[in-house]
């Protein structure tokens, strides 16, 4: 009986484990590409007004001058479905990725065919341009109702448009609704098709919002922790717009496994006694007798402290978890921890959020990045190894060019990606309001403006540009921007 109790209590534990990496992957797929997709969406909806609301012969800017026309739906579709093809298809190959990390699996199948396949993709499109053009005709119809001039009801329209697009708040808008649904649902496709290709999961766990139904939002039949079958779950991947469902494998499933790839020794025991030996045998003795199911360690990668001892002095101030800091460049380094003195002196509370400051490659033109913060996920910040010795000279390019706020400096830079540590430690657990809410009504108040181009792209880029600028530059030459964010935020 004790054996037994202690491999449920392993399997337990085994399930708690795959549930939360599960929902972390998640949560860091949407992070990461609900914004991009929000920007697609964006060029969509704008694509679409164009089509349709019209300036006449009388000055640009003059509302008595638009009219409208029959919008052009079938270019709106046409794009709509291309947006949401690519979409799916990268990101269903990161939900692969994901599972092919839960469970120590290596899956090959042709993903793309099969996931748009499996996500409806045209019904999908169908459904959000009816909901389009029914909205749209609506308010020509009331227009026409209250007896409005058609440039007013052009102007009504064009309002609209833009209110979805985001132009003023991408994360307020109907294109990062739409973004961030569909980001989701794509992932969780993804997954499902995942699980059922690994041949080992017949069943998965829900993870979702404490009050949120199965099919839909108001169900009395909440979602978060159910088993569910595969094609339960493949038939409710979401419940609702910007729903943060994810799903987890059950250790159950596992005991499906193929036997056969097993060594004799392995085949003698069940799934969840080897489960109860990988957690309480030395890492070593476990990989000798149970190869098929030991996994590579990955030993931590050692801090070492660069001439100047900027690297231990950014782990003395943050107390974060550093990954790969010794390939910064001595520069580098010493703008990060000079950068970090002033940020914790000053704003010690929020930024002990982040967690962990690491150097990857992250692509092209992205120099650092700060992520997490949604659900629970921890916040870190990731530095950008292609740049990990020359990240002033590029910073101070883009500034030259007015791009950047600042003297360019990569002080200036992590000054910046601090301020988004600030805004995601402020923000509710789906990383909205804040300081962010704060920032966008005092830029309001005072007529709207940019602290530089690259804080003209969005809100959230616009707080950390005002945010660089209010700590390095002196008062007198601060834009609107920054003086909401002194004003909002900060007094």
Not at 28 to 51: G, I, N, W, Y
Not at 307 to 331: Q, Y
Request: hydrophobic letters at 40%; one cysteine or more.
């Amino acid at each position: 009986m004790a054996v037994a109790l202690a491999s449920r209590s392993a399997r337990a534990r085994s399930d708690d484990t795959r549930a939360i990496v599960a929902e972390r992957q998640h949560q860091a797929v949407l992070r990461a590409h609900a914004p991009r997709l929000a920007r697609r969406l964006q060029r969509t909806f704008e694509k679409l007004r164009d089509s349709f609301i019209h300036t006449g012969a009388k000055a640009a800017g003059d509302d008595l001058a638009l009219t409208y026309s029959t919008p052009d739906y079938d270019a709106f579709r046409r794009e709509l479905n291309q947006v949401l093809q690519t979409e799916y298809i990268s990101i269903g190959t990161l939900a692969l990725d994901a599972v092919e990390t839960q469970l120590g699996v290596t899956l090959a199948f042709d993903l793309n065919e099969r996931i748009i396949r499996a996500a409806d993709i045209g019904n999908r499109v169908k459904s959000i341009t009816d909901d389009t053009r029914d909205a749209l005709r609506n308010t020509i119809q009331r227009g026409i109702d209250d007896g409005s001039h058609p440039s007013t009801i052009a102007k009504t329209l064009r309002d609209q448009l833009n209110g979805w697009a985001g132009l003023e708040d991408l994360t307020r808008s109907r294109a990062y609704t739409i973004a961030r649904t569909e980001t989701a649902n794509a992932y969780n496709v993804g997954a499902i098709l995942g699980y059922r290709e690994s041949g080992i999961i017949g069943q998965v766990r829900v993870i979702d919002g404490p009050s949120c139904g199965w099919l839909t939002h108001t169900d009395p039949d909440t979602a978060n922790g159910k088993i569910v079958s595969l094609d339960e779950a493949q038939a409710n991947p979401i419940s609702h717009p910007n729903c943060v469902r994810a799903f987890a494998p059950v250790a159950a499933g596992l005991e499906r496994q193929n036997r056969g790839q097993l060594t004799p020794y392995e085949a003698s025991f069940k799934p969840a006694e080897i489960e109860e030996f990988r957690r309480t045998m030395p890492p070593d003795r476990f990989a000798r007798l149970f190869p098929s199911f030991a996994k590579p360690t990955v030993a931590p990668k050692p801090i070492i402290a660069t001439a100047s001892g900027s690297i231990d002095r950014v782990h003395s101030i943050t107390g974060a978890e550093l990954d790969g800091l010794e390939k910064l460049s001595p520069e580098v380094a010493d703008a990060l921890a000079e950068a970090a003195d002033g940020m914790y002196k000053t704003y010690g509370g929020q930024m002990r959020a982040l967690r962990r400051i690491e150097v990857a490659d992250i692509g092209e033109n992205t120099f650092v990045e700060v992520s997490g913060g949604v659900l629970g996920e921890d916040i870190k910040m990731t530095i950008n190894s292609r740049y990990a010795t020359n990240l002033g000279q590029r910073s101070k390019e883009c500034s030259e060019a007015g791009w950047f706020v600042g003297d360019g400096t990569a002080k200036t830079m992590f000054t910046h990606e601090f301020g988004h540590v600030f805004q995601f430690a402020t923000a509710d657990n789906y990383g909205f309001g804040g300081a962010l809410k704060d920032f966008g009504e005092a830029l309001r108040k005072l007529g709207g403006g940019s602290a530089s181009d690259y804080g003209a792209t969005q809100m959230a880029e616009n707080f950390a540009e005002a945010w660089a600028e209010v700590h390095t530059v002196p008062r007198v030459k601060w834009s609107v921007a920054a003086k909401a964010l002194f004003q909002g935020v900060l007094s």
